[in-house]
C-alpha cells in the first residue's frame, strides 16, 4: 500500500541549529517526492520535489531534501534554521501516472529565540 | 495576482444547510483538486478534475459535489452540512500530473453550528 509517514509530530529546535525532518514512504514504482510548508492560516506552500535525476535537491528558503531509496525515505534538511521557519511541514508522495498524492501527517517545528 | 484563488475564507454556517466554495486558477493548470484537511492537520484527497473531466472521486459522502465549468474553475457544493463537515478545504491546480507538484489555495474554514 501506499503511504507516507512522518514519525516526528513536533520538533523544536533553537534559531541557527540545524534541522532534519523525517519522511519515510511506501510505494510501488518510482516515487515522485515532496515536501510543502504551511504557515498557520496559509495554503501549502512547495519547498522543493525530486522526481527524477540527481538524489539532493535543493528548494526554496534554504531547504535540501535527499532520496534515499535504498531506505525509502526524502528527508528535509535545513543547517541554520530561522525563526521563521516555523511551520508544519509535509512530506508526499506520488508517481507517474497518477494525480493522486498522498501527503503525511505533518511536523510542527517551533523555532526557540 | 493569486495564482490559486477560493472564496470564501471563513465560512460559518448551521448544520442542515447547503454551501459552496469557489475556486479559480490563472497558472494554467490542466488539473485542479478539492482536499479537506482536518483538525489534526491529515489532508486528505477527495476530487480532482482534469481538464473539465472528474478523474479521482475518493470515498466521500455524495452530499458533496464538485462541478468544473472550466479547467480554471472548480466548485465545491455541499448539501446538508454535517458538524463533521467542519474542516478546512484546500484547492489545488497542477499540470503534468502534479510532477512539478501542486500550487494550493489559501484554504476555507468552514465551521458548522
Known amino acids: 500500500a501506499q503511504s507516507v509517514t512522518q514519525p516526528d509530530i513536533h520538533i523544536t529546535v533553537s534559531e541557527g541549529a540545524s534541522l532534519e525532518l523525517r519522511c519515510n514512504y511506501s510505494y510501488g514504482a518510482t516515487p515522485y517526492l515532496f515536501w510543502y510548508v504551511q504557515s498557520p492560516g496559509q495554503g501549502l506552500q512547495l519547498l522543493l520535489k525530486?522526481?527524477?535525476?540527481?538524489?539532493l535537491v535543493q528548494g526554496i528558503k534554504g531547504f535540501e531534501a535527499e532520496f534515499k531509496r535504498s531506505q525509502s525515505s526524502f528527508n528535509l534538511r535545513k543547517p541554520s534554521v530561522h525563526w521563521s521557519d516555523a511551520a508544519e511541514y509535509f512530506c508526499a508522495v506520488g508517481g507517474s501516472g497518477t494525480y493522486k498524492y498522498i501527503f503525511g501527517t505533518g511536523t510542527r517545528l517551533k523555532v526557540l529565540a | 495576482d493569486t495564482a490559486v484563488s477560493q472564496t470564501p475564507k471563513y465560512l460559518v454556517t448551521q448544520m442542515g444547510n447547503d454551501k459552496s466554495i469557489k475556486c479559480e486558477q490563472n497558472l494554467g493548470h490542466d488539473t485542479m483538486y478539492w482536499y479537506k484537511q482536518d483538525s489534526k492537520k491529515f489532508l486528505k484527497i477527495m476530487f480532482s478534475?482534469?481538464?473539465?473531466?472528474?478523474?479521482i472521486n475518493e470515498t466521500v459522502p455524495n452530499r458533496f459535489s464538485p462541478k468544473s465549468p472550466d479547467k480554471a474553475h472548480l466548485n465545491l457544493h455541499i448539501n446538508s452540512l454535517e458538524l463533521g463537515d467542519s474542516a478546512v478545504y484546500f484547492c489545488?491546480?497542477?499540470?503534468?500530473?502534479?510532477?512539478?507538484?501542486?500550487?494550493f489555495g489559501s484554504g476555507t474554514r468552514l465551521t458548522v453550528v
Open positions: 489545488a491546480s497542477s499540470q503534468d500530473q502534479g510532477v512539478y507538484g501542486y500550487t
Open positions: 478534475y482534469n481538464n473539465k473531466e472528474l478523474i
Open positions: 525530486y522526481f527524477s535525476g540527481d538524489t
